[in-house]
């Protein structure tokens, strides 16, 4: 490794630094005691809280699976009736995806990242907090459905007609469509959190060629959730709003169509599987290297592929959907996109292959390796059979059968669990005190992998035999009963590895605030030495590997030779770089402890849950406390340049506090933004959609609109309030805090010119006699209404909380981030207002 | 409005996967219209318009990708950093111009609304 040093010969601080420093660093980030422990923030202790839980639900939903395979195993089989098995396999498939493996792969991120990029948390820690408590509470609430037969039951992708309102009336699908709200909720806040925390917070040096791979798989995880979720939000909004008030979305009779929750689910639906396949390729793009001592081989390739597949992915989403009617050649377009994603998908295995072929030191071969390895064979299989079923005419003979069991699972379970325990032996030495066992590994593994190909191998029989998916039982002349016995032996084989994992945590898991250290031997930075505070100074980097590629980098970092070895404020701390070139931009003061964020998710998953069981005041009082507590928690955000620049070594001084696009909060609320968008788009192709389906319902005559000098007027209020809130920023940026009333008249004004454009709009159609539950043309109408009304609610509470910031001398022409966000999302909320108008009062124009 | 580096940089790395999600959404939506409305599917030379949209398309996006790649460079960024992004726009624009062409070839072979 000697011809790739990288010596840095002038290190930023001088040493030795005085202990008080690190007693400093100690006590500020110290977790809270006692009962007050569960309002902890750092990134360690709520990383290894999200995973436990992810875990918890894993097991939970294993033990489903269980059950199910006891009801198959013989013909005939009345262990389970009918209405329990299928709330058993819709809560499998539900909490696998949604409460285990999203969960899981964005609480690695949390656990691992601020450590791997050298920085002391993540930028928005209550942000996590937040996601983790209402992702726990909803999830396990959520799951306790099951106990009194209200868990869901139309399938984890909940198609209707069958979970609408005439099929399915009770609350069972409500806990499915509510339910899953904060969890898509606490998806997209952490999503939030890793997209800045992997851009915004590396290490000086870290350029974009030399992040971690799996650094690289977590940006492209977040960028698809800012994209994905929000299909599957509108969809849930959709369908939750045809059950409750009978807008018919999905209503063929009425001109909707089932087929939009489909598109809508599944364009979600199949960029999920990249969701949790990429990280955990991340994770294993990590440990090969360690386990062989070689870097990566075509590190560009393999960050390639990430993106490649990231983005391909999108466009997968009709391959659920060959059997559905849509044009051939329509389906043509998705098998060719089908195709094309494997390339980078090989690329990634031709990756570790060749890093395995240029080993340095393998064997023997070590549990993570092993888990590694039993993915490689798994998920290559599970692949295969991918481009079986991407072929259309294959697809229409296999499709609801057995053979896509086997194949989804070969591709989840092979791509996605094998890599996370993996991941769970390599890097439980990172966070506990001593590693797992290397004999209770070995044992998990081999009866994991066993048991998972005795399980599901035969499913391919199973299915191509001609079972269907979700029967809860089959008759003994069918044949399937010997194949059935087989899947369900090898579905204990693999419960017995987890469970043998169990104990393993059990016996050898120990938090005790020191780790195992670099047991492995591996170049990257988490494995420096670390405390609660991360590391005690945050390097520069000149490598890909720095741990194997910078002499003396663990002793210097921990002797506070590099940047930041102290608390110059006072607080929690860390520096916030430039996004291409992780050069140090600023210092982001970060909170500690507290109790807002906790209760504000316990509010948010509270009022989910209980609107689910039409408990409405409850749940509005849950919704109050959620509020209140989010308005707490804010208001102690945005401190200003509270301290003057500081020193963090090397001549560099830095500024506690930016506002304008450099700040870390307007990255965020551009991220909210996206997300916003993504939802109003899937909106529009509702839209289309629908008339594409049924253009018979929409006006024949622009006589069946509104006159068009109210979508006019309206649009021109839109803009009113814009150009009033760019006066309000002019006025904050130049004028002294003495003159605040002309700057809350503008706040003012703006809202109420928001407020009235809404009220026209919806005013001028409810006159021509449009209803929402008429026609599925009236129910898009109106939700395109709905959006806007929804955000223009949001935009009044900014707004309000605005000039309440002002008037309490909270806001100046430095301390203005609050004030910039709320500009960002208002100009956002306007534009969408806009484009709603222009096609709600256009379009049916321009097809008379 | 001048874009910030990152922007410029980012977008200029995802273009080609960018101009190959508009192309896929634009041949996915014609198509769809086309088939829902058999009075939209004029013919021009014997070839009906749905063929010639999606060959249209197609050699729109591979053009499009071809010349962002060749027009616009890496700006403010370090030179590792020009290198990598600049690799990674090409190929990237590569995949990309794979899936354009599969995606086109499939009007060759199969009905427009079968």
């Known amino acids: 490794m000697a011809e790739r040093d990288k010596t840095i010969t002038h290190l930023p601080n001088a040493t030795p630094r005085a202990d008080a420093e690190l007693e400093q660093l100690k006590k500020i980030w110290q977790p809270p005691s006692g009962f007050n422990f569960i309002t902890v923030v750092n990134n360690t202790y709520i990383g290894v809280f999200y995973v436990g839980t992810a875990v918890l639900f894993f097991l939970l939903a294993g033990i489903l699976?269980?059950?199910?395979?006891?009801?198959?195993?013989?013909p005939e089989n009345d262990f389970l009736g009918h209405n329990l098995y299928n709330q058993i396999f819709t809560m499998h498939g539900t909490v696998m995806m949604f409460l285990f493996a999203v969960p899981a792969v964005e609480a690695m991120g949390v656990l691992l990242l601020p450590n791997m990029l050298a920085a002391r948390d993540l930028p928005f820690p209550r942000l996590s907090v937040y996601a983790y408590w209402a992702y726990a509470v909803g999830g396990l609430v959520f799951f306790g459905s099951l106990f009194f037969d209200l868990a869901p039951r139309g399938g984890w992708f909940m198609y209707p007609p069958l979970t609408s309102y005439e099929f399915s009336p009770s609350h069972n699908a409500d806990f499915w469509l509510l339910g899953i709200g904060f969890i898509e909720i606490s998806a997209i806040a952490g999503a939030i959190e890793i997209v800045i925390g992997v851009l915004r917070t590396r290490a000086p040096g870290m350029t974009l060629d030399k992040m971690p791979i799996y650094a690289w798989s977590m940006l492209v995880l977040a960028g698809m959730i800012i994209f994905a979720f929000p299909a599957v939000i509108l969809g849930t909004l959709l369908l939750e709003i045809e059950r409750s008030f009978h807008w018919p979305f999905f209503?063929?009779?009425?001109?909707?169509?089932p087929l939009l929750w489909q598109h809508l689910f599944w364009f979600f639906g199949h960029p999920e599987v990249y969701i949790i396949f990429l990280p955990a390729a991340g994770m294993v793009s990590m440990i090969i290297p360690a386990m062989t001592g070689k870097p990566l081989v075509g590190y560009r390739l393999v960050v390639l592929a990430l993106i490649g597949a990231g983005f391909l992915s999108f466009g997968l989403w009709v391959h659920h959907m060959f059997t559905t009617g849509i044009p051939q050649l329509s389906l043509s377009f998705f098998s060719a996109a089908s195709m094309a994603v494997s390339i980078p998908s090989g690329i990634q295995i031709f990756a570790w292959i060749a890093t395995i072929a240029a080993a340095k030191r393998m064997w023997p071969l070590k549990v993570p390796m092993l888990f590694v390895l039993g993915f490689f064979f798994i998920f290559v299989l599970g692949g295969l059979t991918g481009v079986m079923v991407a072929v259309v005419p294959f697809d229409w003979q296999a499709h609801d059968t057995y053979f896509v069991v086997a194949h989804l699972h070969y591709v989840l379970f092979g791509g996605m669990v094998f890599p996370l325990f993996a991941a769970f032996y390599y890097w439980a030495p990172f966070v506990s005190a001593q590693q797992l066992s290397k004999r209770l590994g070995?044992?998990?593994?081999?009866?994991?992998?066993?048991?998972?190909?005795v399980a599901f191998f035969p499913m391919h029989i199973t299915g191509l035999a001609g079972m269907p998916r979700r029967v809860y039982t089959y008759s003994e002349y069918l044949g399937w009963g010997p194949l059935n016995m087989i899947s369900t032996i090898g579905a204990y084989t693999i419960a017995a590895g987890v469970l043998v994992f169990v104990i393993d945590l059990a016996l050898n898991f120990r938090i005790r605030g020191n780790n195992a250290g670099n047991v492995w031997n591996a170049g990257t930075l988490e494995w420096l030495p670390s405390g609660n505070y991360a590391n005690r100074s945050i390097p520069i980097i000149t490598s890909r590997e720095p741990l194997w590629d910078q002499p003396n980098l663990a002793e210097d970092v921990d002797a506070g030779r590099y940047y930041l070895p102290n608390a110059p404020t006072g607080g929690r701390e860390t520096i916030i770089t430039s996004p291409v070139d992780a050069r140090p931009q600023y210092l982001l003061q970060m909170p500690g402890p507290g109790w807002p964020p906790?209760?504000?998710?316990?509010?948010?998953?509270?009022?989910?849950?209980?609107?689910?069981?039409?408990?409405v005041v409850p749940a509005i009082i849950s919704g109050v406390i959620a509020v209140a507590m989010l308005m707490r928690w804010l208001w102690s955000t945005d401190p200003g340049p509270s301290h003057p620049p500081v020193d963090?070594?090397?001549?560099?001084?830095?500024?506690?506090?930016?506002?304008?696009?450099?700040?870390?909060?307007?990255?965020?609320?551009?991220?909210?933004?996206?997300?916003?968008?993504?939802?109003?788009?899937?909106?529009?192709?509702?839209?289309?959609?629908?008339?594409?389906?049924?253009?018979e319902i929409w006006p024949a005559s622009g006589n069946a609109l509104p006159a068009i000098r109210w979508p006019i007027i309206s649009a021109g209020l839109l803009l009113a309030s814009a150009g009033t809130i760019a006066y309000a920023g002019r006025r904050l940026r130049t004028k002294s805090s003495l003159s605040r009333w002309p700057f809350h008249t503008a706040m003012l004004v703006a809202i109420m010119l928001l407020t009235v454009a809404f009220g026209l709009d919806l005013n001028s159609q409810s006159q021509t006699g449009l209803r929402p539950q008429h026609s599925a043309y009236g129910a898009v109408v109106y939700m395109i209404m709905s959006m806007q009304g929804f955000f223009v609610s949001i935009m009044i509470f900014m707004g309000l909380y605005t000039v309440a910031r002002s008037a309490a001398g909270l806001l100046n022409a430095q301390r203005r981030a609050t004030f910039d966000n709320t500009m960002l999302f208002w100009y956002y909320t306007v534009a969408q207002g806009i484009i709603g108008l222009a096609l709600v009062h256009s379009f049916p124009r321009l097809i008379e | 409005m001048r874009a910030s580096p990152f922007t410029h940089n980012f977008l200029l790395m995802f273009s080609g996967p960018l101009i190959w999600a508009v192309h896929f959404v634009a041949i996915y939506g014609f198509i769809g219209i086309v088939c829902a409305r058999p009075a939209m599917n004029l013919v021009w030379l014997g070839i009906g318009i749905a063929t010639w949209g999606v060959i249209g398309a197609g050699f729109a996006a591979i053009a499009a990708i071809a010349a962002v790649y060749l027009r616009i460079k890496p700006r403010d960024a370090a030179p590792d950093n020009r290198s990598f992004i600049r690799w990674m726009s090409l190929t990237l624009s590569l995949l990309s111009a794979i899936a354009v062409v599969w995606e086109t070839m499939a009007i060759f072979l199969v009905p427009a609304c079968a």
Do not use: E
């Open chain 1, 442 to 453: 070995k044992w998990a593994f081999w009866l994991m992998f066993i048991g998972f190909n």
């Open chain 1, 648 to 695: 963090i070594g090397g001549g560099i001084k830095l500024p506690v506090y930016l506002n304008g696009a450099a700040s870390h909060s307007w990255w965020a609320m551009v991220v909210l933004i996206l997300v916003s968008g993504s939802i109003f788009g899937a909106l529009i192709f509702s839209y289309f959609f629908l008339w594409t389906v049924s253009p």
């Open chain 1, 598 to 615: 906790l209760l504000a998710a316990f509010g948010t998953a509270g009022f989910f849950l209980l609107l689910t069981v039409k408990m």
């Open chain 1, 65 to 74: 699976a269980l059950l199910m395979r006891t009801q198959l195993a013989i």
């Open chain 1, 251 to 257: 209503i063929a009779a009425k001109g909707g169509d």
